[in-house]
């Protein structure tokens, strides 16, 4: 399982991202241009503990990322406020990308064409969408627990 961030735009949500990411053992994709540093050294500065717990994979345009996905054979799964179907009823495999959009303005059409499903959390009438990390937690630990992908819990966590 991966997550993907196309053209992130607000730090602390890819840091809260990044966490997510090192926490339940899934790689992070980043599809640049990002609206801020995403370097190893940008990320400490802004107290990204984490940092050597995630493998972070860059890449340069969202036509590296997506070459770099069908040369894998990987499904990328849009998450989007615009699909029709919600998280719940996709069913996940183990080479899904979970692809999510920029902060301010989702992606554009021609990524949309490009992913294989387009999924939804759903949410009240009348509200537009969650915070974009939430919404990675949430897609993430259904497809992680769809898959058996969530680490196994061999010694009661440090607190």
């Given at each position: 399982m991966r997550i993907a961030l196309y053209e992130p735009d607000i730090p602390q949500n890819t840091g809260t991202i990044l966490r997510t990411c090192a926490c339940l053992g899934?790689?992070?994709h980043i599809i640049e241009?990002?609206?801020f540093p995403v370097t190893d050294r940008a990320f400490r500065r802004a107290g990204m503990d984490y940092l050597d717990q995630v493998?972070?994979?860059?890449?340069?345009?969202?036509?590296?990322?997506?070459?770099?996905?069908q040369a894998e054979g990987l499904n990328l799964v849009l998450l989007t406020t615009a699909a029709e179907h919600s998280y719940l009823d996709h069913h996940y495999g183990a080479g899904d990308v979970l692809l999510l959009g920029?902060?301010?303005a989702g992606v554009p059409e021609a990524v949309h064409r490009a992913a294989d499903v387009r999924v939804r959390v759903p949410i009240r009438p009348g509200l537009r969408s969650?915070?974009?990390?939430?919404?990675?937690?949430?897609?993430?630990?259904?497809?992680?627990?769809?898959?058996?992908?969530?680490?196994?819990?061999s010694t009661p966590p440090t607190v």
């Open positions: 899934v790689e992070a241009p990002a609206g493998t972070i994979v860059r890449h340069t345009s969202f036509a590296a990322f997506d070459g770099w996905r920029r902060e301010s969650l915070n974009i990390a939430v919404a990675a937690a949430l897609v993430a630990g259904e497809a992680l627990r769809q898959t058996g992908g969530f680490p196994s819990i």
